[in-house]
């Protein structure tokens, strides 16, 4: 598994990395201003920090409480599951970003902020996408019909969840993840424009406004190198976790 891991962040170099350094020797070589292309690199560390943190926190989070909606759906956490699960289609990350804009003016912190309006999308998209695949995985008929038998046999029956149910409801948002890293992405250059971050996004907004195509086509460049490498991180981890790619093991193993 950890070969396949391995193997799968190593096929995405390419894919990933290439047009990031393109766009950092682009910037040096077209930017009008001197030091574009560390200033495009400090850039892309800022939408990383931005972006990654945002995504992790909210699809793990949509994810449990999603998975928790269809393991107990009248409980505390259940409902909130079932509140992300239903709120994706009415929280737009446009609305967020201008609320977290609304907030830094009135003297709020804007990292927090922006990392909040980031990963409610992300856990709302997560969360939709667990609690069917949770519910099908404990469903009578299904794979998930282990959890009775383990009854039977005496198991535990928050291993057999643990171990078995969870990673099937996983392995669908993690299938996902590319539309909600495309989503974070969008919101990270609007989230960096309007509160004044110094991300990639707001290099290539400036570029915009100034009607530099010098100073557009680096960043979106390097935006989509960043976005690449992110969809191959969720692949790699969706690989990782895929009861179809793990060795037997016995329910009770680490």
Do not use: K
């Given at each position: ?15 990933a ?9 682009l ?37 449990l ?104 409801a ?17 919101g ?13 996004g ?9 009607g ?24 790699a981890?969706?690989?990782w ?11 009770g193993?680490?």
């Amino acid at each position: 598994m950890q070969r396949s891991l391995i193997r799968r962040l190593i096929d995405a170099v390419p894919t990933a990395f290439l047009p990031m350094a393109a766009a950092v020797a682009l910037a040096a070589a077209i930017a009008p201003q001197p030091g574009a292309s560390l200033t495009l690199l400090r850039g892309l560390a800022v939408t990383l920090l931005l972006t990654l943190p945002s995504l992790a926190v909210g699809t793990t989070l949509g994810t449990l409480a999603g998975s928790w909606a269809a393991v107990a759906p009248r409980s505390a956490g259940g409902l909130f599951g079932r509140l992300l699960a239903g709120a994706g289609p009415l929280v737009p990350g446009f609305l967020l970003a201008a609320v977290a804009a609304l907030a830094v003016r009135a003297g709020a912190s804007p990292a927090p902020l922006g990392w909040t309006a980031l990963a409610i999308p992300a856990a709302c998209q997560a969360a939709r996408l667990a609690r069917p695949a949770m519910a099908r995985a404990l469903g009578p008929g299904s794979e998930g019909g282990a959890v009775r038998m383990a009854r039977g046999l005496g198991l535990d029956e928050r291993t057999i969840l643990r171990h078995h149910a969870l990673p099937q409801a996983v392995v669908p948002v993690m299938t996902g993840l590319r539309s909600a890293v495309m989503a974070a992405m969008v919101g990270a250059v609007a989230l960096e424009s309007l509160l004044d971050l110094p991300g990639a996004g707001s290099l290539m907004i400036d570029g915009a406004r100034a009607g530099s195509a010098a100073g557009v086509i680096p960043p979106l460049v390097a935006l989509a190198g960043l976005t690449a490498l992110l969809v191959a991180l969720g692949a790699a981890v969706r690989d990782w976790i895929d009861p179809a790619n793990r060795s037997a093991m016995p329910y009770g193993g680490a």
